[in-house]
């Protein structure tokens, strides 16, 4: 099957299975859309998850990504990238943003004087500490690069190898290689760590 001049077959060995089932769903296939869920839902869970750590939270996140991926999949472009990318793309933004706005409401509640600032157990700062940390390492992310990022996202987050990276994004593996090892540079410089 042809898809926007790509060859997507449907075996996957040659082309994008993730891209067809996207632009099948774009078209109102239910049974696209359902295929496209079953293959991808771990995958996109297990980003979330990693993001966001609350596995309810995570599971609401991946209920409105999937949404988004109905209701936007018209907006997938095979020829500009892979449609597992671009799903996990969709994924990482949604957790950030809820990772973003869990921390803008806990900053109003602060400034407003409604948190108890009594802290009873050291589990509540070391959570603390995990969510600054991670807020601090998502803006140097941000900072850098989208190839970057990208290959950085993918295989911290997606849990890709450099091999399926390279598969996924249609670059060189030298190429994902060197685009990790820059990424990685800059975030430590981003972060202020040295070695």
């Given at each position: 099957m042809v898809i926007d001049g790509i060859d997507v077959r449907e075996d996957g060995a040659s082309g994008d299975r993730i891209a067809e089932l996207l632009v099948r769903s774009a078209d109102g296939d239910q049974n696209a859309f359902a295929e496209l869920y079953d293959a991808m839902s771990s995958r996109v869970f297990g980003l979330i998850c990693r993001v966001l750590?609350?596995?309810?939270?995570?599971?609401?996140?991946?209920?409105?990504?999937?949404?988004?991926?109905?209701?936007?999949?018209?907006?997938?472009?095979?020829?500009?990238?892979?449609?597992?990318?671009?799903?996990?793309?969709?994924?990482?933004?949604?957790?950030?943003?809820?990772?973003?706005?869990a921390q803008a409401s806990t900053d109003r509640d602060v400034r407003a004087g409604f948190r108890d600032m009594d802290v009873a157990h050291d589990g509540v700062a070391e959570e603390v500490e995990l969510k600054i940390e991670g807020r601090r390492v998502t803006g140097a992310l941000a900072a850098l690069p989208e190839a970057q990022r990208e290959a950085l996202t993918l295989a911290y987050f997606g849990g890709y190898s450099q091999s399926e990276i390279a598969a996924l994004v249609g670059a060189p593996l030298g190429t994902i290689k060197t685009r990790m090892r820059d990424g990685l540079s800059r975030l430590r410089l981003e972060l202020g760590v040295t070695t």
């Open positions: 750590v609350d596995r309810a939270q995570s599971e609401e996140v991946l209920q409105e990504v999937f949404l988004e991926v109905w209701q936007s999949a018209a907006k997938f472009a095979p020829k500009k990238g892979q449609g597992r990318s671009w799903i996990l793309t969709i994924a990482h933004r949604r957790a950030v943003d809820r990772v973003r706005s």
